[in-house]
Nanobody, 115 residues
Framework: QVQLVESGGGLVQPGGSLRLSCAAS????????MSWYRQAPGKERELVAT????????SYADSVKGRFTISRDNAKNALYLQMNTLKPDDTALYYC????????WGQGTQVTVSS
């Protein structure tokens, strides 16, 4: 059974940094392009960043380009999101999943950017 467990969220001031982690199990992690998604209150879930199977290529939403970095460790079945220069608009529940998402989703990790 697919399990996705996100961690690393928290409360941070504008301009601060956080590193999110995702522990994946129940599927061949290295076979799948992986992504981070986020959902802010009252908004639909949106795609934030994607990384290819071997990590050789990444892509980002325009709103986070240049501030966020996605990475993965296939040996550890782990996905990461380094978030720098955080803004209040980055406040959301962050999820990891395959680029073509599995069900069920994980519980997400809350990121709150506020002074």
């Amino acid at each position: 059974q697919v399990q996705l467990v996100e961690s690393g969220g928290g409360l941070v001031q504008p301009g601060g940094s956080l590193r999110l982690s995702c522990a994946a199990s129940g599927f061949r992690f290295s076979w799948y392009a992986m992504s981070w998604y986020r959902q802010a209150p009252g908004k639909e879930r949106e795609l934030v960043a994607t990384i290819t199977t071997a990590g050789s290529s990444t892509s980002y939403a325009d709103s986070v380009k240049g501030r966020f970095t996605i990475s993965r460790d296939n040996a550890k079945n782990a996905l990461y999101l380094q978030m720098n220069t955080l803004k209040p608009d980055d406040t959301a529940l962050y999820y990891c999943n395959a680029r073509n998402p599995f069900s069920p989703w994980g519980q997400g990790t809350q990121v709150t950017v506020s002074s």
